[in-house]
């Protein structure tokens, strides 16, 4: 299920992004942000960056196994510059098996920690996309479009190199970043509950 852009989204979000030059010169410290023109999200925005998502994953792990975990920790740093929205403020991650005290990394250095694992403020942390995995899945259950927001949710198969596999719900939440492409937001994932 798909719920498009509403008239009343575009007309709450324009007033707010044509006062962002205002609040820029009303302190500087903020002029160094820069807005994203408003261009609505698509349908197709969404599932491309979900698949961007899942091959970033496959190739963390592979170069992982090829090369070892700086490569892996090098390129799994790429992949959270270019996916997630950490350099626009807190994301609103919650890894799969990630345990209290660090159940949500809302910085980058505990996103990178719980992909690739090896930083002492993390010490659970063994390194998610280090797994083998191989190939993924994707399904959505539906993908809601709020202009420059969106969220999905539903399930990803992740498949490891046995051909075992795990099946993640995952919820992402994007907006569109100031050079037009998505960035995640927020990322909760879980394993489906089993029942007794």
Request: proline residues 7%; glycine residues 6%.
């Given at each position: 299920?798909?719920?498009?852009?509403?008239?009343?989204?575009?007309?709450?979000?324009?007033?707010?992004?044509?006062?962002?030059?205002?609040?820029?010169?009303?302190?500087?410290?903020?002029?160094?942000?820069?807005?994203?023109?408003?261009?609505?999200?698509?349908?197709?925005?969404?599932?491309?960056?979900?698949?961007?998502?899942?091959?970033?994953?496959?190739?963390?792990?592979?170069?992982?196994?090829?090369?070892?975990?700086?490569?892996?920790?090098?390129?799994?740093?790429?992949?959270?510059?270019?996916?997630?929205?950490?350099?626009?403020?807190?994301?609103?991650?919650?890894?799969?098996?990630?345990?209290?005290?660090?159940?949500?990394?809302?910085?980058?250095?505990?996103?990178?920690?719980?992909?690739?694992?090896?930083?002492?403020?993390?010490?659970?942390?063994?390194?998610?996309?280090?797994?083998?995995?191989r190939a993924y899945k994707i399904e959505n259950a539906g993908i809601v479009i709020t202009g420059n927001s969106a969220i999905s949710m539903g399930n990803v198969h992740l498949t490891d190199a046995k051909g075992n596999v795990t099946v993640v719900d995952k919820t992402w939440g994007y907006v569109r970043g100031a050079d037009g492409k998505l960035?995640?937001?927020?990322?909760?994932?879980?394993?489906?509950?089993?029942?007794?």
């Open positions: 299920m798909t719920i498009r852009t509403s008239a009343l989204s575009l007309a709450l979000a324009l007033p707010l992004l044509a006062l962002a030059p205002a609040i820029a010169n009303a302190n500087p410290s903020a002029a160094a942000v820069s807005v994203a023109p408003y261009a609505p999200i698509t349908v197709a925005e969404v599932e491309a960056a979900q698949l961007a998502w899942g091959d970033a994953l496959v190739a963390i792990s592979t170069e992982y196994e090829r090369n070892g975990r700086d490569a892996a920790k090098t390129l799994a740093g790429k992949v959270l510059d270019a996916a997630y929205a950490y350099d626009m403020g807190p994301v609103l991650f919650k890894p799969t098996l990630a345990a209290a005290p660090n159940t949500f990394r809302t910085t980058r250095d505990g996103a990178l920690a719980y992909f690739v694992g090896g930083d002492s403020r993390f010490p659970a942390d063994s390194g998610f996309a280090l797994k083998g995995w960035r995640i937001v927020l990322h909760h994932s879980s394993l489906p509950y089993a029942g007794k």
